[in-house]
Protein backbone atom coordinates (compact mmCIF):
# COMPACT_ATOMS: atom_id res chain seq x y z
CA UNK A 1 0.00 0.00 0.00
CA UNK A 2 1.59 3.01 -1.28
CA UNK A 3 -0.45 5.30 -1.00
CA UNK A 4 1.07 7.57 1.65
CA UNK A 5 4.74 8.02 1.56
CA UNK A 6 7.53 9.99 2.99
CA UNK A 7 10.61 9.46 0.61
CA UNK A 8 13.27 10.47 3.15
CA UNK A 9 14.27 7.69 5.81
CA UNK A 10 16.12 10.23 7.74
CA UNK A 11 16.41 13.81 8.49
CA UNK A 12 19.57 15.33 10.52
CA UNK A 13 19.11 18.91 11.98
CA UNK A 14 20.70 21.25 14.27
CA UNK A 15 19.27 22.65 17.67
CA UNK A 16 17.44 25.82 16.55
CA UNK A 17 17.35 25.55 12.95
CA UNK A 18 13.97 24.38 11.18
CA UNK A 19 13.43 20.32 10.47
CA UNK A 20 10.81 20.04 7.41
CA UNK A 21 9.51 16.79 7.14
CA UNK A 22 7.69 15.95 3.55
CA UNK A 23 4.51 13.50 2.76
CA UNK A 24 2.85 12.46 -0.29
CA UNK A 25 -0.20 10.95 -1.31
CA UNK A 26 -1.89 9.42 -4.19
CA UNK A 27 -5.62 9.05 -3.21
CA UNK A 28 -6.82 12.40 -3.85
CA UNK A 29 -10.32 11.18 -2.00
CA UNK A 30 -7.73 11.54 1.68
CA UNK A 31 -9.59 14.61 2.98
CA UNK A 32 -7.48 14.69 6.65
CA UNK A 33 -4.17 14.59 7.21
CA UNK A 34 -2.12 13.90 10.43
CA UNK A 35 1.54 13.83 11.92
CA UNK A 36 2.17 11.78 14.78
CA UNK A 37 5.57 11.82 16.20
CA UNK A 38 6.72 8.15 17.89
CA UNK A 39 9.68 7.31 20.53
CA UNK A 40 10.97 3.72 20.60
CA UNK A 41 8.60 1.24 22.69
CA UNK A 42 5.50 4.27 22.69
CA UNK A 43 2.49 4.49 20.74
CA UNK A 44 2.48 7.37 18.37
CA UNK A 45 1.77 10.93 19.93
CA UNK A 46 -0.77 12.91 17.90
CA UNK A 47 0.89 16.08 16.70
CA UNK A 48 -0.81 18.15 14.55
CA UNK A 49 -3.61 17.69 11.69
CA UNK A 50 -5.39 19.70 8.55
CA UNK A 51 -8.10 19.75 6.81
CA UNK A 52 -8.31 19.38 2.78
CA UNK A 53 -10.39 23.01 2.79
CA UNK A 54 -7.14 24.18 4.67
CA UNK A 55 -3.54 24.67 3.42
CA UNK A 56 -2.04 25.87 6.36
CA UNK A 57 -2.62 24.73 10.07
CA UNK A 58 0.20 25.98 13.00
CA UNK A 59 0.21 24.92 16.80
CA UNK A 60 3.24 26.75 18.41
CA UNK A 61 6.52 25.15 16.78
CA UNK A 62 4.71 22.78 14.20
CA UNK A 63 3.05 24.38 11.27
CA UNK A 64 1.53 21.78 8.60
CA UNK A 65 1.29 22.92 4.86
CA UNK A 66 -1.01 21.29 2.56
CA UNK A 67 -0.51 21.61 -1.53
CA UNK A 68 -4.08 19.79 -2.45
CA UNK A 69 -3.00 19.94 -6.12
CA UNK A 70 1.13 18.20 -5.97
CA UNK A 71 -0.79 16.00 -3.14
CA UNK A 72 1.74 17.01 -0.70
CA UNK A 73 2.40 17.97 3.09
CA UNK A 74 4.98 19.03 5.07
CA UNK A 75 5.89 19.48 8.75
CA UNK A 76 7.83 22.23 9.77
CA UNK A 77 9.35 22.40 13.45
CA UNK A 78 10.54 25.78 14.00
CA UNK A 79 13.21 25.86 15.90
CA UNK A 80 14.04 22.73 16.28
CA UNK A 81 14.78 20.54 19.70
CA UNK A 82 16.93 17.98 20.41
CA UNK A 83 13.70 16.23 22.48
CA UNK A 84 12.00 16.60 18.79
CA UNK A 85 14.55 13.44 17.89
CA UNK A 86 11.95 10.78 17.17
CA UNK A 87 10.33 9.06 14.22
CA UNK A 88 8.14 11.50 12.31
CA UNK A 89 4.40 9.31 10.66
CA UNK A 90 2.25 11.28 7.98
CA UNK A 91 -1.55 9.40 8.25
CA UNK A 92 -4.15 10.16 6.06
CA UNK A 93 -7.99 9.82 6.50
CA UNK A 94 -10.92 9.76 3.96
CA UNK A 95 -14.23 11.04 4.26
CA UNK A 96 -16.43 9.97 6.95
CA UNK A 97 -19.32 9.03 5.61
CA UNK A 98 -17.58 6.40 4.03
CA UNK A 99 -14.55 5.62 6.22
CA UNK A 100 -15.07 5.50 10.03
CA UNK A 101 -11.40 7.06 10.68
CA UNK A 102 -9.53 4.24 9.38
CA UNK A 103 -5.84 6.39 9.28
CA UNK A 104 -3.50 5.25 6.55
CA UNK A 105 0.49 5.97 7.78
CA UNK A 106 3.78 6.41 5.73
CA UNK A 107 6.59 5.00 6.39
CA UNK A 108 7.84 7.35 8.74
CA UNK A 109 11.22 9.72 9.01
CA UNK A 110 13.41 9.85 11.21
CA UNK A 111 14.32 13.06 12.61
CA UNK A 112 17.33 13.91 14.87
CA UNK A 113 18.39 17.06 16.28
CA UNK A 114 22.23 17.36 17.68
CA UNK A 115 22.28 20.26 20.25
CA UNK B 1 -4.40 14.15 30.78
CA UNK B 2 -6.32 11.06 29.78
CA UNK B 3 -4.54 8.57 27.90
CA UNK B 4 -5.09 5.49 26.28
CA UNK B 5 -4.06 2.46 27.62
CA UNK B 6 -2.89 -1.52 26.68
CA UNK B 7 -1.97 -4.44 28.17
CA UNK B 8 -0.06 -6.56 28.37
CA UNK B 9 3.42 -4.72 27.13
CA UNK B 10 4.44 -8.05 26.17
CA UNK B 11 2.83 -10.84 25.01
CA UNK B 12 4.63 -14.26 24.02
CA UNK B 13 2.46 -17.41 22.50
CA UNK B 14 3.13 -20.61 20.94
CA UNK B 15 1.61 -21.03 17.26
CA UNK B 16 -1.85 -21.85 17.57
CA UNK B 17 -2.58 -20.83 20.85
CA UNK B 18 -5.70 -17.87 21.35
CA UNK B 19 -4.35 -14.57 22.42
CA UNK B 20 -6.81 -11.60 24.15
CA UNK B 21 -4.93 -7.82 23.89
CA UNK B 22 -6.70 -5.27 25.92
CA UNK B 23 -7.13 -1.85 25.81
CA UNK B 24 -8.76 1.24 27.83
CA UNK B 25 -9.63 3.92 25.42
CA UNK B 26 -10.04 7.48 26.77
CA UNK B 27 -13.38 7.56 28.54
CA UNK B 28 -15.18 9.99 26.46
CA UNK B 29 -14.59 9.07 23.00
CA UNK B 30 -16.73 7.25 20.90
CA UNK B 31 -14.67 5.39 18.07
CA UNK B 32 -12.12 2.45 18.77
CA UNK B 33 -9.39 0.94 16.76
CA UNK B 34 -6.72 -1.78 16.32
CA UNK B 35 -3.51 -1.31 14.07
CA UNK B 36 -0.04 -3.39 14.04
CA UNK B 37 3.02 -3.02 13.03
CA UNK B 38 5.21 -5.43 12.32
CA UNK B 39 9.04 -5.03 12.59
CA UNK B 40 10.37 -2.10 9.70
CA UNK B 41 7.02 -1.97 8.25
CA UNK B 42 4.61 0.52 7.78
CA UNK B 43 1.58 1.19 10.66
CA UNK B 44 -1.60 -0.74 9.26
CA UNK B 45 -4.88 -0.59 10.07
CA UNK B 46 -6.90 -3.67 11.72
CA UNK B 47 -10.29 -3.01 12.23
CA UNK B 48 -12.56 0.03 13.62
CA UNK B 49 -15.74 0.34 15.95
CA UNK B 50 -18.10 2.29 16.92
CA UNK B 51 -21.84 1.95 18.12
CA UNK B 52 -20.69 -1.66 19.44
CA UNK B 53 -20.06 -2.90 15.91
CA UNK B 54 -17.34 -3.06 13.12
CA UNK B 55 -17.49 0.06 11.12
CA UNK B 56 -14.70 -1.43 8.64
CA UNK B 57 -11.84 -3.87 8.62
CA UNK B 58 -9.36 -4.81 6.60
CA UNK B 59 -8.23 -7.75 4.55
CA UNK B 60 -5.56 -8.48 7.21
CA UNK B 61 -8.71 -8.62 9.71
CA UNK B 62 -9.98 -12.19 8.72
CA UNK B 63 -12.08 -14.69 10.92
CA UNK B 64 -8.91 -15.10 13.02
CA UNK B 65 -9.66 -11.78 14.57
CA UNK B 66 -12.30 -10.41 16.79
CA UNK B 67 -13.17 -7.07 18.11
CA UNK B 68 -15.28 -6.84 21.65
CA UNK B 69 -15.93 -3.88 24.43
CA UNK B 70 -17.18 -6.06 26.64
CA UNK B 71 -17.99 -4.02 29.42
CA UNK B 72 -17.84 -0.20 28.27
CA UNK B 73 -14.54 0.56 29.41
CA UNK B 74 -12.72 -2.20 27.93
CA UNK B 75 -11.85 -2.75 24.44
CA UNK B 76 -10.25 -5.99 23.40
CA UNK B 77 -8.38 -7.92 20.42
CA UNK B 78 -8.93 -11.59 19.90
CA UNK B 79 -6.66 -13.46 17.80
CA UNK B 80 -7.84 -16.88 17.67
CA UNK B 81 -5.21 -19.52 16.25
CA UNK B 82 -2.20 -17.28 16.14
CA UNK B 83 0.58 -17.82 13.23
CA UNK B 84 4.54 -16.60 13.26
CA UNK B 85 3.17 -13.47 10.83
CA UNK B 86 1.24 -12.56 13.92
CA UNK B 87 4.26 -11.13 15.44
CA UNK B 88 4.02 -7.42 15.63
CA UNK B 89 3.42 -4.19 17.97
CA UNK B 90 -0.14 -3.87 18.18
CA UNK B 91 -1.97 -0.49 18.88
CA UNK B 92 -4.86 0.31 19.93
CA UNK B 93 -6.53 3.80 19.06
CA UNK B 94 -9.47 5.81 20.58
CA UNK B 95 -11.18 9.07 19.16
CA UNK B 96 -13.39 11.23 20.58
CA UNK B 97 -14.19 12.47 16.33
CA UNK B 98 -12.89 10.49 13.61
CA UNK B 99 -9.90 12.07 12.43
CA UNK B 100 -7.71 13.16 15.10
CA UNK B 101 -6.66 9.41 17.08
CA UNK B 102 -5.25 8.61 20.22
CA UNK B 103 -2.49 6.02 20.58
CA UNK B 104 -1.80 3.23 23.49
CA UNK B 105 1.64 2.45 23.93
CA UNK B 106 1.21 -0.75 22.08
CA UNK B 107 1.09 -4.50 22.99
CA UNK B 108 4.01 -6.90 21.43
CA UNK B 109 3.12 -10.00 20.36
CA UNK B 110 5.57 -12.23 20.06
CA UNK B 111 4.22 -15.79 18.48
CA UNK B 112 7.31 -18.69 18.50
Known amino acids: DQQVKQNSPSLSVQEGRISILNCDYT??????FLWYKKYPAEGPTFLISISSIKDKNEDGRFTVFLNKSAKHLSLHIVPSQPGDSAVYFC??????????????FGQGTILTVHP | EPEVTQTPSHQVTQMGQEVILRCVPI?????FYWYRQILGQKVEFLVSFYNNEISEKSEIFDDQFSVERPDGSNFTLKIRSTKLEDSAMYFCASSGWIYEQYFGPGTRLTVT
Open chain 1, 91 to 104: AASRDGGTSYGKLT
Open chain 1, 27 to 32: NSMFDY
Open chain 2, 27 to 31: SNHLY
